[in-house]
């Protein structure tokens, strides 16, 4: 089944401890991203990435890092989180061509104490 | 720069009734034009897209419209029923996915 992961779907942390949330896609798409979500803002591209080892950042990358060391997976990573980064992230991947419709994982609700 | 914006930020509707959803872009580069539905606590799902060599689309009671002249792109659902409740999304495809803020659409009983 073509599909879009990501682990864990909720974590509660605190304020300096590192984190990495990790998504992997089994659709063999070039172009992976990440968002956040918060109310009344809508989705926000954090970053994104058009294939392997190459990255870009997004409207909001401040504060997190991201890896594409293979195709499949994309993980974002907080070195040290901030109670502003509480939200809900979402990964997703499409092949790279204009009109490649885009899947979104199920999401992973963060909650930094 | 890219922006998409998006109209009305809610809508209610009686279940039955027509709802149209207006969306904006600032950018004429882009050819691609996404909706997305998000049920409470799940994942933005495509619903219907459009390309730019098209007007209009259709998919049974969801369609899409696009002027590009006017950079402006429309979603009309017809015969709303409660399970139509969500939150929709556009969208324009630039080097990345540009959303609009979203509309929370509430379809009464």
């Known amino acids: 089944e073509a599909q879009v992961t990501q682990n864990p779907r909720y974590l509660i942390t605190v304020t300096g401890k590192k984190l990495t949330v990790t998504c992997s896609q089994n659709?063999?798409?070039?172009?992976m991203s990440w968002y956040r979500q918060d109310p009344g803002l809508g989705l926000r591209q954090i970053y994104y990435s058009m294939n392997v080892e190459v990255t870009d950042k997004g409207d909001v990358p401040e504060g997190y890092k991201v890896s594409r060391k293979e195709k499949r997976n994309f993980p974002l990573i907080l070195e040290s989180p901030s109670p502003n980064q509480t939200s809900l992230y979402f990964c997703?991947?499409?092949?790279?061509?204009?009109?490649?419709?885009?899947?979104f994982g199920p999401g992973t609700r963060l909650t930094v104490l | 720069g890219e922006n998409v914006e998006q109209h009305p930020s809610t809508l209610s509707v009686q279940e039955g009734d027509s709802a149209v959803i207006k969306c904006t872009y600032s950018?004429?580069?882009?050819?691609?034009f996404p909706w997305y539905k998000q049920e409470l606590g799940k994942r933005p799902q495509l619903i219907i897209d459009?390309?730019?060599?098209?007007g209009e689309k259709k998919d049974q009671r969801i369609a899409v419209t696009l002027n590009k002249t006017a950079k402006h792109f429309s979603l009309h659902i017809t015969e709303t029923q409660p399970e139509d409740s969500a939150v929709y999304f556009c969208a324009a495809l630039y080097d990345k996915v540009i959303f609009g803020p979203g509309t929370s659409l509430s379809v009464i009983p």
């Open positions: 997703a991947s499409r092949y790279r061509q204009a009109g490649g419709t885009q899947y």
């Open positions: 950018d004429s580069a882009s050819n691609y």
């Open positions: 659709m063999n798409h070039e172009y």
């Open positions: 459009i390309r730019s060599n098209v």
